[in-house]
């Protein structure tokens, strides 16, 4: 047997293995042990984004508000990268269920090849026209200069954030998980020792907070790069890269519902930002605030959905569908109860939350406090949501999960600023988002019990 043969033969029995685990193990199980490392990515990601407004409260309202100006852009970076990293997961995912291995090293270095590229294409873009941009996101004239130190590194570092996010997809659909957690976690960890040191010993200011950002993502990138090749994990190789039309067809077939989530929380993000300057950089920086904590809240539904997702490709791909429905309620039962917790919490403890980010400054404090008890009210109807939405995604219904994502941020968040705005001022900004997913989760029970239905009939 030659050494290609042998290398073949050693990775199909790995990925036997690996399927083996995936299509056997009782789901309960399962789920809790590919998402507790996703649940840790997304809190400690959560928790090194609200690092930065942290540093940065001590360098005034305005500075405090440009980091919220910039999320915008942030999440930009993130649909970018969940294009490709949930697009191309999805079908991996998929093709590792079914044993063709081949087909998911193709797609490996399709998704993560295109990222880089489209990335680096953005990022061009967006430091040729950094005044303009900063303006169109919502930046005042205080907040203005900034925006624009603290986005400049943010979008050379453009292209492997991205990047790190497609890796972790597409470890975490292959049931690798813990490479995941390793790579972002590393990053994660040295961007907030890094801000302080940045911020203060430096003296580099706000755009220290940018500069400890992009170098601790380019790390995490590398640590998820080496984790690609190790224990039948699909490496990255360039020679995989296969950029065809049937390529990027099943990226965007799996990815859209992503990037529409993910771009339309970014350009809600502007328009709220907008709505909010009329009462002043306070504003702006509160409600900046209240998302970096909703973030935070949210991300254990994120993580548990995230862990759900290889169980679901992988035994949807095997057609074993009844694998697929008990691990959907599991994390269903599971989210409502996590979630409550977690609202109730908040919600008590609200003044001194927002107090942790700007404890001198009274208006950010009220403003920030109604505005996080008013999204606690909202926070719980997110978890079906959530869930439909990522079963829809990973078994291919891209249609479904497509307007799934456009609902909470396109179909109901904009009509509910719209009306509400203008009746109750900045108070019915901050009742907008919990009214969109409030009206979102009841939209989306229909859409999740008929996709389970048609399971039950497949």
Not at 127 to 143: D, K, M, Q
Request: with cysteine; aromatic share 10%.
């Amino acid at each position: 047997m030659d050494k290609n043969e042998s290398g073949t033969g050693e990775r199909e029995t790995r990925g036997d293995d690996k399927f083996i685990l995936m299509t056997e193990t009782p789901v309960e199980s399962l789920v809790c042990r590919l998402a507790v490392p996703s649940i840790i990515i997304m809190l400690v990601s959560a928790l090194y984004n609200m690092a930065d407004t942290y540093f940065v409260g001590s360098l005034g309202t305005s500075a405090v508000a440009a980091v919220g100006v910039i999320f915008p852009l942030m999440a930009v970076i993130q649909a970018l990268g969940f294009l490709f990293g949930q697009g191309s997961g999805n079908y991996m995912s998929r093709e590792l269920g079914a044993r063709h291995f081949d087909r998911a090293s193709k797609m490996a270095a399709t998704g993560f090849f295109s990222t880089l590229i489209a990335g680096v294409v953005l990022a061009v873009l967006g430091l040729v026209y950094a005044n303009p941009l900063a303006l169109a996101l919502g930046a005042t004239p205080t907040i203005l200069p900034y925006a624009k130190e603290y986005m400049r590194f943010i979008l050379i570092g453009m292209p492997w954030m991205a990047g790190s996010l497609v890796l972790n997809n597409q470890l975490r659909f292959q049931g690798s998980s813990f490479y995941g957690m390793t790579g972002m976690l590393s990053g994660a960890v040295l961007n907030m020792l890094l801000d302080p040191l940045f911020i203060f010993v430096f003296g580099l200011g706000i755009k220290g907070a940018s500069a400890a950002t992009m170098i601790s993502q380019a790390v995490g990138c590398s640590v998820l790069l080496a984790g690609c090749s190790r224990k039948g994990n699909i490496g990255i190789h360039p020679g995989n890269f296969s950029p065809s039309l049937s390529n990027y067809r099943e990226i965007f077939r799996g990815g859209i519902p992503s990037l529409l989530r993910q771009g339309l929380m970014s350009v809600m993000a502007i328009v709220i930002n907008r709505f909010a300057a009329v009462y002043g950089d306070a504003a702006i920086a509160a409600i900046s605030i209240v998302n970096r904590v909703c973030m935070f809240a949210g991300s254990a539904v994120m993580g548990l959905g995230q862990g759900f997702q290889p169980v679901c490709g992988f035994n949807y791909g095997a057609k074993q569908y009844d694998r697929v429905k008990q691990a959907f309620w599991f994390c269903v039962r599971l989210v409502s109860v996590v979630l409550t917790c977690i609202c109730v919490i908040l919600a008590i403890s609200a003044p001194r939350v927002i107090a942790l980010f700007r404890r001198d400054d009274a208006a950010v404090i009220s403003i920030g406090t109604r505005a996080l008890r008013i999204q606690c009210a909202g926070l719980p109807f997110t978890g079906w949501l959530i869930l439909c939405n990522m079963m829809m995604q990973t078994i291919g219904k891209s249609l479904q999960a497509s307007f799934l994502a456009l609902s909470r941020q396109g179909l109901f968040l904009l009509p509910c600023l719209l009306c509400f705005t203008p009746l109750w001022g900045l108070l019915g900004i901050q009742i907008s988002p919990a009214a969109s997913n409030i009206a979102s989760f009841f939209l989306a029970i229909p859409l999740g019990i008929g996709t389970l239905r048609q399971m039950r009939k497949e």
